[in-house]
């Protein structure tokens, strides 16, 4: 079989069964064919926690590039798997790129693993022209406050700070929508922004 062929038929994700369910063949065969789709740039292997591997078999991965959610893995004791990959080529996209991102997908579990990223964010005049961009400046503000509670942090600096405090007396907005913390009503206050996590959200940053 044309590697061409294999390389359509299974692009996705696998373990080494369905790969042999899809293309008919002895286990044998499937490790031959990761070999050498792998030897050609076209897999990523992942380990799984039971010792188990996934293959993610695409001509992207030739093509390189890291994707939002790649950089997030690396940081994040919260792993983000997607069957949405956005990769950006060339450049590697920043932390301050991939954190604004990742609160823009209004997605819970990317929003939470993001957290981690706090952690390392060192260029905040970029995090601060960003977030304003984008319209989410305060909730970057509530997101870092919180991160603290429960992480050591690079410091926000005052100018941030100052920067991106709400204003007057505006009225209340949300990290996602609809989504209200019951324990973190204090920094909720401080931003005008409603945290989507409870302390029993935050666990696995223990």
Known sequence: MKMKLILKKLEGTHNIESIMSTLGIARSKAIYYIYRLRKQGY??????????????????????????????????????????????????????????YAVKTQRLRIVLASLALFKMIGDWPELYRLSKANHIERQIGALYDLSRLIMRTRKMTKRFRNHALPKGNPSFNYVIKGLKSKDFQDIEKIWKIYLPFNKSDLEDYK
């Open 43 to 100: 897999v990523k292997t992942k380990r799984l926690d039971n010792n188990r591997r996934l293959y993610n078999i695409s001509f992207e991965n030739k093509l390189g590039g890291t994707s939002y959610y790649e950089i997030i893995n690396k940081y994040s004791p919260i792993k983000i798997t997607s069957q949405e990959i956005y990769k950006v080529y060339g450049k590697e996209p920043s932390l301050e790129e991939t954190l604004v």
